[in-house]
């Protein structure tokens, strides 16, 4: 089954090009014009990612994001016009995955998104059951789901990767651009906040005291690791 993605951008050229290029690598694509024709897409139909633009009138792409984020977890790539770096950190901080800078190559896109599916299946069969138990963890990597002392934690697509990846190597220390390579694929080529924003969203989610963690730990100069209690 072909994967279905909605495509957010306020020009016209360039939606009905992106949406000519993705369909040629067999994707089912809708698109939508500004903040609130995305927002009644993404809630009336189900995708596998979204493509989200965060200069749109009526509701800009950030809001979008936020409203989205509120009720799932479908993979965002925010497209964001060259130099607005305040942008691209406020988009990962509401859940975006990823983020691609305008003007961009559009297979570089395509990489993004192969490596967001990538990552989606690569850990299905970590375990014979799909179900990993570490401290009061239950991680289920064919439902991508997990619970903290029986209650189920919300995390995007790449925030189950990063928890997924560091809680199945306990005390192992991986530096920021190894996280870079590892979750966002070979393609990535893209600013180490980007791990940063991710671990502290993951903390703020997992943790009693984000501030003061018990579970992912920072090794001052050198990367993130899971620790075991």
């Known amino acids: 089954m072909a994967y279905k993605l909605l495509v957010v951008d306020d020009e016209p050229i360039l939606l009905k090009g992106l949406k000519y ?8 694509i809708d698109t939508a014009e500004d903040g609130m ?5 993404a809630q ?6 979204i493509i989200l633009d965060l200069m749109l009138p009526s509701i800009d792409g950030l809001e979008v994001c936020k409203r989205i984020r509120e009720k799932s977890m479908v993979p965002i790539i925010i497209l964001t016009a060259k130099g607005e770096d305040t942008s691209k950190i406020l988009g990962l901080e509401y859940g975006a995955d ?8 559009i297979l570089e896109l395509k990489a993004r998104i192969k490596a967001i599916f ?6 299905d069969n970590v375990s014979p059951t799909n179900i990993i138990r570490i401290n009061d963890f239950t991680i289920n990597t064919l439902g991508r789901k997990v619970n903290l002392a029986d209650i189920e934690i919300n995390l995007t697509a790449k925030e189950f990767d990063l928890l997924l990846l560091l809680a199945t190597n306990p005390g192992k220390v991986y530096s920021r651009e190894e996280l870079l390579e590892i979750i966002w694929g070979y393609e990535y080529f893209g600013d180490l906040r980007t791990v940063d924003v991710h671990v502290r969203r993951l903390r703020e989610k997992i943790e009693k ?3 003061q963690p018990e579970f992912i730990l920072t090794k001052w100069g050198v990367g993130y690791y899971f620790r075991v209690k």
């Open 209 to 211: 005291n984000s501030s």
């Open 44 to 49: 009336s139909n189900s995708y596998d990612l």
């Open 37 to 41: 024709e995305a927002l009644a897409k």
């Open 21 to 28: 290029s993705l369909e040629q690598e067999t994707y089912e």
């Open 98 to 105: 990823d983020y691609l800078t305008k003007p961009f190559n």
């Open 118 to 123: 990538r990552r989606v299946h690569i850990n």
